[in-house]
């Protein structure tokens, strides 16, 4: 790919599962000619797929939205993306964007998407890959189940994408698990000084 408007075209093509029947449409981030911490989310939920265009802006956007900003890191220097750029879907009379409710994508669209996200992350060429949950972490680590118990806020090196990927919760565990809000803002606190140290990035 020469670009990420030529990736967000061939995803837009793509039928390599079944995800792309109910997508309204493929969402990504704008381009950043500098990227120093990307940050990767699970898949699209129902306002990025119908309303937005952009990942993380709904409730679980405004969260990591809000943390960010409480140690100093602007979302705006950051490039978010998603595991699985498709929202995937499950029929439900009770969803509040169209006739569907959000799932958990499953092992076999995680895999069907890795190419394109292979793409983006050898594009943008990040310093610093920060996983939000344990579907990213396990995209990463190629296993399809992971324990972020053992795994947030130590950061480590990935070979496969030459860069350090820093794990975190997703920001919706704050909402159904409130005890992990200082723990998150431990986290935070934690990849802003690994930053500052590495990278001289002070948010």
Known sequence: MKGLNEL????????????????????????????????????????????????????AG???TDLLEKVGLKRNQCY??????????????KGRYGPYANRKPKVSEIKACRCFLENEISLLKPKVIATLGGVPL???????????????????????FNCYVFPLYHPASIIYRPRLGQVYEEDLNKLKIFLSNKFNEKG
Not at 80 to 93: A, L
Not at 141 to 154: P, Q, T
């Open 62 to 64: 405004h969260i990591l």
């Open 80 to 93: 978010i993306t998603n595991s699985v750029k498709c929202r995937p879907t499950k029929p439900s009379q």
């Open 138 to 160: 396990g995209s990463i680590l190629h296993k399809s189940s992971v324990r972020l118990e053992e795994y947030h806020g130590k950061p480590f090196f990935s070979q496969e």
């Open 8 to 59: 967000k075209a061939a995803i837009g093509n793509c039928t390599n599962c079944t995800l792309y029947e109910t997508r309204s449409c493929v969402v990504m981030d704008e381009e950043r000619e500098r990227v120093i911490l990307l940050l990767l989310g699970e898949a699209p939920g129902g306002h990025e797929d119908r309303i937005s265009g952009k990942p993380f802006s709904g409730e």
